[in-house]
């Protein structure tokens, strides 16, 4: 019977039912952080347990690490400890740690597809919801909470539920100056924050099929935040040319089988699906949020939606939304006033986004008001010197800094300061997911917040840097 | 009389839609090797100014101190997966969650802490919100096994996701021992699949 690759991937770890109707599946590789696996350790030690498998957990240091001096001990006592507290578990169970001075540290959703790691056909998981983001590759990459980190460290697998498979086409081209995280935002805007509850997303259609890995990452990242479970592409030629060469890739021979297995796992043209949404990628623009979900989006030739025109809870949330943003509802989003720009996360953190960036930036300068910081996702993404990415990025007035999670959600010193408005490429506009309970955050694509740093105001980059003509 | 199935204690409305986890514990309490700390840290930037004045937050109405059972909305637990967003809530008093619609991820955290997530309807919601409001002091009887639930004299109906409810009515809960017990199945699985070695 034709299958989907969520069926494929999912029949092939399958261990077995459990009591409660859940089933036990095999993961085969889990990523661990600072933030969620040092008290999954705890409970480890407490209960008398060893970890199963160390040789398919991966760890690294992303959220806390400062951007600025990586130095031990870090500037901040708890952050350091949270670091010790790794380091020492890894150690003592012989697990595999991607420190700041190994050369391979980074955001773990960067790391794990750089170093090809991350594989079509596996299971991945990873205490942190952005784990969505390896989907990419055409496997089953799942966030999860710290007892599950446990459940995984002591026993290779996870007690779940299978999901239902919502397709997702995307068709037509998309316009020039319109990028991966304008499809995702477009695509949650449309579908819901939590439009995606029981699914696993399956991207497709023309415009995904063109994608690059990294713009697929962008993607799949975000299927967190329309409340997916997971989001992923089938592996194709694309998928296969990223992973060929990479350092935890078989090469020769080993690769030449790998990639028949992999393709094997790509859903079958007949599979069936729970569900089918197309959308017409022809008529996206360059989008950005303008309320305190990902899913209060808009295009930037939008005006700011009026609460008045919706009904009950969500005129309040909308309400309340432009209370925070201090937004006028009917009001145009483009020129809105920004102070910080931050280009950086898991969802845009990766060398080709800084790459476009540079491309566009050079001879324009950073408006005189507008902090704007550039944070590589990994130290491998900052590493091409010789293409002068940095000094691109300083030239135009931005700080170039050391790769970690940063502004995204700054657990670290970097922060928005009061009410400031932040344009920021990251994935999340919670209240107060900035690092100060009053700041804002407006979502949007690298080349928009470069824009937006311009500008010192959400602009349309493709007015700005006439995408329109060149591309 | 909290066993497994049936629960008791007084609720509190804690209204929104999309209460994401960021909300329910923000980012700089995540620094923590352990949970042990993160009760009072719950809701801390609704609850509190920026110079820790309370902003009189109904978590910190005096009628609804002690509260273990908490009304929300739409999509209770969006965002992060971190669970110290459960373990802030459990660890604050909170034993039973009621909403319209829950995260994915935070009900699975919430299962395994021992902690449900019930499912109600709006309407049902919205009465029950005003009568907690009216009644601080009265006590919630809920049982899992009915899926029923009783206040103030009234009753109300909810639903769980199937393979949470079976866990607390065989008190499996905490999935752990019974993975473990399937060695031998793990090991045929491992083998069967053709991952290559990806140490370094
Ligand atoms: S970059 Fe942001 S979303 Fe991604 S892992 Fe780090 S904190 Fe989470």
């Known amino acids: ?471 | 009389m909290n066993d497994l199935v049936k629960r008791s204690g007084r609720g509190i409305y804690v209204q929104g839609n999309d209460i994401d986890t960021d909300r329910i514990i923000p980012a700089r309490f995540l620094k923590c090797v352990t949970f042990d700390e993160l009760g009072p840290a719950l809701f801390y930037d609704e609850r509190f100014d920026t110079q820790d004045v309370s902003k009189g937050h109904i978590l910190d109405a005096p009628a609804h101190q002690g509260a273990s059972v908490m009304i929300s909305d739409a999509n209770f637990g969006c965002g992060s997966s971190r669970e110290h967003a459960p373990q802030a809530l459990q660890k604050f008093g909170f034993e039973v969650i009621i909403a319209e619609s829950f995260a994915e991820i935070f009900q699975g955290n919430c299962t395994t802490l021992g902690m449900p997530c019930l499912v109600m309807d709006k309407a049902q919601r919205k009465a029950l919100a005003s009568l907690v409001g009216h009644h601080p002091d009265a006590e919630f009887l809920i049982d899992l096994q009915a899926q029923t639930l009783t206040f103030a004299n009234e009753r109300f109906s909810f639903t769980m996701k199937d393979s949470s409810r079976e866990a607390f009515l065989t008190g499996r809960y905490d999935p752990l021992d019974e993975l473990l017990v399937a060695h031998e199945a793990i090991q045929a699985v491992a083998a069967r699949l053709h991952y290559s070695d990806q140490s370094g």
């Open chain 1, 1 to 471: 019977m034709a299958k989907n690759l969520y069926q494929k991937v999912w029949a092939d770890h399958l261990v077995g039912p459990l009591e409660n109707g859940q089933f036990q599946v095999f993961m085969g590789l889990h990523l661990i952080h600072e933030v969620t696996s040092p008290q999954a350790f705890g409970m480890l030690k407490a209960e008398g347990r060893h970890v199963f498998h160390p040789g398919r957990t991966f760890a690294t240091v992303d959220h806390i690490i400062p951007t600025d001096d990586q130095r031990r001990p870090f500037s901040d006592p708890m952050a350091e400890r949270m670091m010790a507290v790794l380091s020492d578990a890894t150690e003592m169970h012989g697990i595999e740690f991607f420190q700041p001075n190994s050369g391979s540290q980074g955001i773990v959703h960067v790391v794990g597809p750089e170093l090809g790691l991350t594989q079509p056909g596996i299971t991945i998981c990873c205490g942190d919801s952005h784990t969505s983001t390896h989907g990419a590759f055409g496997c089953i990459a799942l966030g999860i909470g710290t007892s599950q980190v446990r459940d995984v460290l002591a026993s290779q697998t996870l007690a779940m539920d299978p999901l239902k498979v919502r397709r997702i086409e995307v068709t037509g081209q998309l316009a020039p100056g319109v990028t991966a995280k304008d499809v995702t935002l477009h695509i949650i805007r449309i579908l819901g924050v939590n439009g995606g509850v029981g699914y696993a997303y399956e991207y497709a259609g023309d415009v995904i099929d063109v994608m690059t890995m990294e713009e697929r990452m962008t993607v799949c990242n975000m299927s967190i935040e329309g409340g997916a479970r997971c989001g992923y592409i089938n592996p194709d030629q694309t998928t296969f040319e990223y992973l060929k060469g990479r350092e935890r890739v078989p090469s020769g021979a080993g690769f030449e089988q790998a990639v028949i297995r992999w393709a094997g796992y790509a859903s079958d043209p007949d599979a069936s699906y729970d569900d089918v949404v197309v959308i017409d990628g022809s008529a996206i623009e360059p989008t950005v949020t303008w309320g305190v979900t990902p899913g209060q989006a808009l295009g930037i030739s939008e005006r700011i939606p009026d609460p008045a025109a919706a009904e009950g809870l969500d005129q309040e949330l909308m309400t309340d939304a432009l209370r925070y943003m201090q937004l006028e509802a009917d009001a145009p989003i483009k020129g809105t006033k920004v102070d910080v720009a931050f280009i950086g996360s898991c969802t845009n953190g990766r060398l080709s986004d800084f790459q476009a960036v540079a491309a566009a930036i050079q001879g324009y300068k950073v408006a005189p008001d507008v902090r704007a910081i550039a944070v590589p996702g990994s130290v491998r993404c900052a590493a091409p010197e010789e293409e002068g990415l940095a000094d691109i990025f300083k030239d135009a007035g931005f700080e170039w800094r050391l790769a970690g999670c940063s502004m995204c959600l700054a657990m670290n010193a970097d922060k928005l300061v009061g009410d400031e408005v932040c344009a920021s490429s990251s994935n999340r506009n919670f209240m107060g997911r900035q690092g100060s309970s009053s700041g804002r955050t407006i979502l949007m694509s690298p080349i928009m917040v470069a824009a937006a740093a311009i500008q010192g105001a959400v602009a349309d980059a493709r007015e700005v840097f006439q995408l329109e003509k060149t591309s």
